[in-house]
């Protein structure tokens, strides 16, 4: 079946600018994660959903930031006036469930680069 | 909140040779230990997991350790192929209710033909 899906690929903006990123993922998957990689960094913890809810947004950098996801499926990360430090890739993941032990399946991630 | 400390950074072996990856956490709590794989590119892949109540667990060519009194545990890759090099990352999760991920900064394996 089809894996996650994240758009745009790529998303050049200026600072200042507002962007939004959006993930579609696995049919049927309840939990929906975002993570941020930047060069040469490991994954940074976002946002966790739970159906529509957002349990755990402890990982968003500043209140620029902010995600909703709607219908149980589709997810929005929208970053407003953006920053060059906001430059990463950002990557989205859903699993079965919310337990740890289900197996997060990550989409291709939206390059963002801040000029 | 947890930390996840990962070495070495890079590592370079020849085909055939063993390779070892190495992680260390601070939350005791943590249960649940995943490695992902992501090649230049591409997203990550989970490649192998293993659960607190359990030392050892293999795969094929790949295996990994956990010592929960010191809180490290580790990847091992035997019989490398050029097909292995990767950029490796361990992560830590409670695994309660939900399973936010705690990564290491990555491990860039070369295996060298």
């Known amino acids: 079946g089809a894996g996650v899906s994240q758009s745009p690929s790529n998303k050049v903006t200026e600072k200042g600018k507002d962007v939004e990123l959006r993930c579609d993922p696995i049919?049927?998957?309840?939990?929906l994660y975002w993570y941020r990689q930047s060069l040469g960094q490991g994954l940074e913890f976002l946002i966790y959903f739970q159906g529509n809810s957002a349990p755990d947004k402890s990982g968003l950098p500043s209140d620029r930031f902010s995600a909703e996801r709607t219908g149980g499926s589709v997810s929005t990360l929208t970053i407003q006036r953006t920053q060059q430090e906001d430059s990463a890739v950002y990557l989205c993941?859903?699993?079965?469930?919310?337990?740890?032990?289900?197996?997060?399946?990550f989409g291709p991630g939206t390059r963002l680069t801040v000029l | 909140g947890e930390n996840v400390e990962q070495h070495p950074s890079t590592l370079s072996v020849q085909e055939g040779d063993s390779a070892v990856i190495k992680c260390t956490y601070s939350?005791?709590?943590?249960?649940?230990f995943p490695w992902y794989k992501q090649e230049l590119g591409k997203r990550p892949q989970l490649i192998i997991d293993i659960r607190s109540n359990v030392g050892e667990k293999k795969d094929q060519r790949i295996a990994v350790t956990l010592n929960k009194t010191a809180k490290h545990f580790s990847l091992h890759i035997t019989e490398t192929q050029p097909e292995d090099s990767a950029v490796y990352f361990c992560a830590a999760s409670k695994g309660t209710s939900y399973g936010k991920l705690t990564f290491g900064q990555g491990t860039i394996l070369t295996v060298h033909p």
């Open positions: 939350d005791s709590a943590s249960n649940y």
């Open positions: 993941a859903s699993s079965l469930g919310g337990g740890a032990w289900n197996e997060q399946f």
């Open positions: 049919s049927g998957h309840t939990a």
